[in-house]
């Protein structure tokens, strides 16, 4: 299982032909490694291996509303690492970014609350943030947000449809994801039987593989993503887009 060109020009061809033009990408963490975040599940850098120092009683205690109420201060301590602003997107946010200049993005879905697709370029009402995101905030209790025009206006745009989007993809590009956290996991297979299904990812993840027409480019998904900007004709721009 290693790259193959081949099957990436197929791809590009499908999006450069223009038969591929509702294109929903899904994410996960590590889409933003490179970048700087750690991952939840990876050996070693994950987070899930680091937590310690937080004296939790196990680590996704972390994320869990009722661990939350006991005791919030653990999910501060990280929120203030993982906090938007010192962090730059991956030329795999800036991918995404331009097939949304390009009109080729349908939807994107990410897991991630680190708003890199936002610093991107994504435009917000194109993001479902399955996992919330730090870009908006409500009591747990009261449920009064803290005002932000912005995160109201992705909500608004993007929440009542998630499940039925995936469906009228033409093309499913996954990034950086162990698909292992329901229900964002069953996405991938809310494709039709006839769309191909791209997977960028250190490992192979899901149902990857069962469907005649998945391509899985197992590496760093900046590479797989740099190659397939390559075989577009896209590299320059990419490039360009992604420094700013
Ligand atoms: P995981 O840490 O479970 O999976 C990250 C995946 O990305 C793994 O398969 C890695 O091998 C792969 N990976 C890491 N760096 C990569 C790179 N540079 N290029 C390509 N692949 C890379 O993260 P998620 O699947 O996002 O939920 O985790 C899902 C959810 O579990 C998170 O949203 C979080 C967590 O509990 C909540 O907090 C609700």
């Known amino acids: 299982d290693t790259l193959s060109d081949r099957s990436i020009a197929a791809v590009a061809e499908l999006i450069r032909s223009g038969r591929a033009r509702r294109i929903v990408v899904m994410t996960g963490a590590g ?41 919030p201060r653990p999910f501060y301590v990280l929120a203030k690492e993982l906090y938007p602003g010192n962090f ?22 990410t897991q991630n609350i680190d708003c890199l697709e936002r610093a991107a370029g994504v435009p917000p009402e194109l993001i479902v943030e399955a996992h919330g995101s730090f870009a908006t905030q409500r009591c747990i209790d009261c449920k009064t947000p803290f005002p932000d025009a912005e995160m109201r206006q992705c909500v608004e745009s993007a929440s009542p449809p998630v499940c039925a989007l995936p ?34 990812n250190m490992e192979r993840v899901g149902d990857f593989g069962t469907r005649a027409d998945d391509v899985i480019c197992l590496g760093a998904c900046d590479d797989g993503i740099r190659k397939l900007a390559d075989e577009l004709g896209w590299r320059e721009e990419l490039e360009k887009l992604w420094v700013g």
């Open 167 to 200: 469906q009228e993809a033409d093309l499913v590009i996954v990034i950086g994801t162990s698909l292992l956290v329901h229900p964002f996991a069953g996405l991938p297979r809310l494709a039709r039987d006839s769309v191909p299904r791209l997977l960028f």
């Open 31 to 71: 889409i933003s490694t490179a970048a700087g975040i750690p991952d939840f599940r990876s050996p070693k850098t994950g987070l899930y291996h680091n937590l310690a120092r937080l004296n939790l009683p196990h680590p996704e205690a972390v994320f869990e509303v009722d661990f939350f109420r006991n005791d």
């Open 88 to 109: 730059h997107p991956t030329i795999s946010h800036a991918f995404v970014a331009l097939l949304a200049k390009r009109k080729l993005l349908r939807l994107l879905f």
